[in-house]
């Protein structure tokens, strides 16, 4: 409240600051700690639930103790962007993000592990809109239209396999690759994607103007394929399996 009479305002921050790290700042004189526990309790309690609710496999791989340790590090240390609760997992990466070059008490794949899992309520909520597009366009001469709710994700951790009881030490030689998707029913759903078809999804986003023809004819050159031709046929059935998958709504109009 910046707008607060200055002393308000100074137990207003008072208050904060001990809520944030009651261990190491006391609570604002004249206040029965009694109930201040009530806020502190309430205030981390409501933190970590919500948390808990974003990230549940990574809660059980680090198991209770360290996983509030964990949180009680947000709570003090993080300054959230946005005030909004959906957006508490976001705020919670950012903070993994930033403490993980000096955190070695956090297994190597947890930061990759939480957006694996922050990725399902992300996809949940977006207010994405589908564009115009034809939905029985020609996928090879017209230009297809990738879903914005259908996402590629590429992870050096096999995220969707981690948990209490696979904890990998060391990442595979090969990436995991996976495709989310909301479909209309509003379920988010997760896929295993092959390196080309999640180049291809990748390409699509990137060159969005091109033809289906002219984003095989690119990929078969990337992958050295010497039959260009025989390459966009085999592509014909995969531009025709995502659109019955929803990830590639049709083509533009």
Same mark, same amino acid.
């Given at each position: 409240?910046?707008?607060?009479?200055?002393?308000?305002?100074?137990?207003?921050?008072?208050?904060?600051?001990?809520? %944030? &790290?009651?261990?190491?700042?006391?609570?604002?004189?004249?206040?029965?700690?009694?109930?201040?526990?009530?806020? %502190?309790?309430?205030? $981390?309690?409501?933190?970590?639930? +919500? =948390?808990?609710?974003?990230?549940?496999?990574?809660?059980?791989?680090?198991?209770?103790?360290?996983? %509030?340790? #964990?949180?009680? &590090?947000? $709570?003090?240390?993080?300054? /959230?962007?946005?005030?909004?609760?959906?957006?508490?997992?976001?705020?919670?990466?950012?903070? +993994?993000?930033?403490?993980?070059?000096?955190?070695?008490? #956090?297994?190597?794949?947890?930061?990759?592990?939480?957006?694996?899992?922050?990725?399902?309520?992300?996809?949940?909520?977006?207010? /994405?809109? =589908?564009?115009?597009? &034809?939905?029985?366009?020609? =996928?090879?001469?017209?230009?297809?239209?990738?879903?914005? #709710? /259908?996402?590629? +994700?590429?992870?050096?951790?096999?995220?969707?396999?981690?948990?209490? &009881?696979?904890?990998?030490?060391?990442?595979?030689?090969?990436?995991? =690759?996976? +495709?989310?998707?909301?479909g209309p029913d509003g379920d988010v759903r997760f896929s295993q994607l092959s390196p080309l /078809? $999640? %180049?291809?999804?990748?390409?699509?986003?990137?060159?969005?103007?091109?033809?289906?023809?002219?984003?095989?004819?690119?990929?078969?050159?990337?992958?050295?394929?010497?039959?260009?031709?025989?390459?966009?046929?085999?592509?014909?059935?995969?531009?025709?399996?995502?659109?019955?998958?929803?990830?590639?709504?049709?083509?533009? #109009?």
């Open positions: 409240m910046p707008d607060a009479p200055p002393r308000l305002r100074a137990q207003q921050l008072a208050l904060t600051r001990h809520l %944030r &790290d009651p261990q190491a700042v006391s609570a604002p004189d004249g206040v029965e700690d009694r109930r201040v526990a009530i806020y %502190r309790d309430l205030v $981390f309690n409501n933190v970590e639930s +919500l =948390l808990a609710g974003n990230f549940p496999v990574l809660k059980q791989v680090l198991g209770d103790s360290h996983w %509030r340790a #964990l949180v009680r &590090d947000f $709570f003090r240390v993080h300054r /959230a962007q946005t005030p909004l609760f959906p957006e508490l997992g976001r705020e919670f990466l950012r903070f +993994l993000d930033a403490r993980e070059d000096h955190a070695p008490s #956090l297994p190597p794949f947890a930061g990759e592990l939480a957006h694996y899992e922050w990725v399902e309520l992300a996809l949940q909520i977006s207010d /994405a809109e =589908l564009p115009s597009f &034809d939905a029985r366009g020609e =996928l090879i001469d017209g230009v297809p239209v990738l879903s914005p #709710l /259908a996402w590629p +994700l590429a992870y050096a951790w096999p995220v969707h396999r981690i948990g209490p &009881d696979h904890r990998p030490e060391v990442p595979p030689p090969e990436p995991t =690759l996976l +495709l989310v998707r909301r /078809a $999640f %180049r291809l999804l990748q390409r699509l986003d990137e060159a969005p103007t091109l033809t289906g023809r002219a984003q095989l004819e690119a990929l078969a050159s990337e992958a050295g394929h010497a039959d260009a031709d025989a390459f966009v046929e085999q592509g014909r059935a995969l531009f025709e399996q995502m659109r019955g998958a929803g990830v590639v709504l049709g083509t533009r #109009l």
